[in-house]
C-alpha cells in the first residue's frame, strides 16, 4: 500500500517538469491518469531511443518519467473530448499541468473552470514564470534553460571565469516538479482539515531562486555579484575538486578540525602550522595562495590512492564518478536507486528509482510507462461507463485514440 493510495491524479503534463511530478506522486501510490493528446507526449519523440520487439523506436526519455501512471488519448478541441476531461475530473482530487497559462484558458480549462467541475479540486500548475505573474511574463514560453538564465542560475554555475553554463541535468524542470509535489502534498493535508482546495501555482524561475543558497545574501549582504567558480565553494576553503593523477576527486573540508586532519592525510603539516591558513576565514583569504599548493600534492597520486587515504583520516571525499559507475554503484544498487524496469516489447530496462525510503510506504515501481492511449478503453469503460460501441464510435470520430 503506497502513502498516496486512494489519491486520483489527473495529469495534463508534457515533457518534463509536471510529469517528474505526476511521477512522484505514482510511485507514492496515487493513481496517475495522463491525459494525451492524440500525437502523444511530445517527449515520446525525444532520444534515446531503444527498439521494441516489432522494430518500433521507443523513447527511453519517456520511459524514464512516465512509470506507474496509465494513459488516455483525448482530442481536446472536439468538444466530446472536453466532456470526458470533465468527467475524469469530477472524479479527481489533482490536476496536474504545465502549459501556457493562456493555453488552459483557451481550452476552458483554468482554475475557474474546474472549480465548477469539482469544487475541492487541486489544481496545480507548473510554469516558466508562474500563473499570478505580471502580464507580459505569465504568457511567456518557457524551456528549462530559460528558467537556468533568467534565474541566475547559469551565472554561478561553470568554470572560474569562463562563459555562463547550464547546469548538466534539466535543474529548472526537476526542481519545480519536486517543489510541485511538495505544494500538492501540502494542499492534500489542507483540504483534508478544511474540505477546501486550491490552486498551485508554481514557477520553474522561483524554483530556481529559492535554491541559489548564498548567491543572493552575498549580493545583498556584501555586495558582490557572484560568478562561476568551478567546482569551488565561495566562502569554505578547500571546497572543490582536485585532479589527481588519473582523475577527479573532491574534498570539501568544511571546518578547522577537518583542516588539521586533511594536512595529516597529505603529510603537509606545514600547512596545518601555517598562519595564513589557520581558519576557514583565512584560508578564503589567502586561497589564490593555497589552492596552488594542494592542487600539486594531489596531482601526486590516484584517486583510489588518496581514497584509501582519507578513508584512513575519516575524511568527507568523493571520486568524481561517471554515469557508468553511477549505474553499477553497489550502495545506489542496495538503496534501489538503480532498479530494472520491465517494458513490454523492449524487456528490462536500468532507470533511476524513486528516492523516497518510507519505512512503511517507500516510492515503489509498480508499472511500466504506457503506450499512448494504453488505457483508453479501460478508464472510458470501467471509470466513466461508456459502452463499447460508444467508445468505437468516438474513436471513429477522432475523439479519442
Not at 568523493?318 to 524487456?347: F, H, W
Request: proline share 5%.
Amino acid at each position: 500500500m503506497g502513502a498516496l493510495d486512494g489519491v486520483k491524479v489527473v495529469d495534463l503534463s508534457h515533457v518534463l517538469a509536471a510529469p517528474f511530478a505526476t511521477m512522484i506522486l505514482a510511485d507514492l501510490g496515487a493513481e496517475v491518469i495522463k491525459v494525451e493528446p492524440p500525437y502523444g507526449d511530445d517527449s515520446r519523440q525525444f532520444g534515446p531511443f531503444v527498439e521494441d520487439e516489432l522494430g518500433n523506436q521507443k523513447s527511453g526519455y519517456f520511459i524514464s518519467i512516465n512509470r506507474n501512471k496509465k494513459s488516455v488519448v483525448l482530442n481536446l478541441k472536439e468538444e466530446k473530448g472536453k466532456e470526458i476531461l470533465r468527467n475524469l475530473i469530477s472524479d479527481a482530487d489533482v490536476v496536474v499541468e504545465n502549459y501556457r497559462p493562456t493555453t488552459m484558458k483557451k481550452l476552458g480549462f483554468s482554475y475557474q473552470e474546474m472549480k465548477k467541475i469539482k469544487e475541492d479540486i487541486i489544481y496545480c500548475s507548473i510554469c516558466g514564470f508562474g500563473h499570478d505573474a505580471l502580464e507580459e511574463y505569465a504568457s511567456k514560453p518557457a524551456y528549462d534553460m530559460v528558467a537556468q538564465a533568467y534565474s541566475g542560475l547559469m551565472s554561478i554555475t561553470g568554470p572560474e571565469g569562463g562563459e555562463p553554463c547550464r547546469v548538466g541535468s534539466s535543474i529548472g524542470d526537476i526542481m519545480a516538479g519536486h517543489q510541485a509535489v511538495i505544494g500538492i502534498l501540502s494542499a492534500l493535508r489542507h483540504r483534508d482539515r478544511t474540505g477546501k482546495g486550491q490552486h498551485v501555482d508554481m514557477s520553474m524561475v522561483d524554483g530556481l531562486v529559492s535554491v541559489l543558497e548564498n548567491a543572493i545574501a552575498r549580493y545583498t549582504m556584501a555586495g558582490e555579484i557572484p560568478g562561476p567558480l568551478g567546482g569551488a565553494h565561495p566562502t569554505i576553503v578547500p571546497f572543490q575538486s582536485f585532479k589527481t593523477k588519473d582523475n577527479y576527486i573532491v574534498t570539501p573540508i568544511g571546518n578547522d578540525n577537518l583542516w588539521q586532519k586533511f594536512c595529516e592525510a597529505l603529510e603537509m603539516p606545514e600547512l596545518a602550522d601555517d598562519e595564513r591558513f589557520k581558519t576557514n576565514p583565512l584560508r578564503a583569504e589567502y586561497k589564490s595562495e593555497l589552492i596552488p599548493i594542494l592542487a600539486k600534492r594531489l596531482k601526486e597520486k590516484t584517486t583510489a590512492e588518496w581514497e584509501s587515504i582519507f578513508e584512513e583520516y575519516d575524511l568527507p571525499y568523493s571520486p568524481v564518478n561517471t554515469v557508468d559507475k553511477v549505474v553499477e554503484d553497489d550502495n545506489l544498487k542496495y538503496r534501489k536507486m538503480i532498479v530494472d524496469l520491465e517494458q513490454p516489447g523492449i524487456g528490462k530496462i536500468k532507470v533511476a528509482g524513486s528516492p523516497f525510503h518510507l519505512s512503511e510506504t517507500p516510492g515503489e515501481i509498480k508499472s511500466h510507462a504506457p503506450a499512448k492511449g494504453e488505457h483508453t478503453d479501460s478508464i472510458l469503460k470501467e471509470d466513466l461507463g461508456f459502452s463499447d460501441q460508444e467508445i468505437k464510435e468516438m474513436r471513429e470520430q477522432g475523439i479519442i485514440a
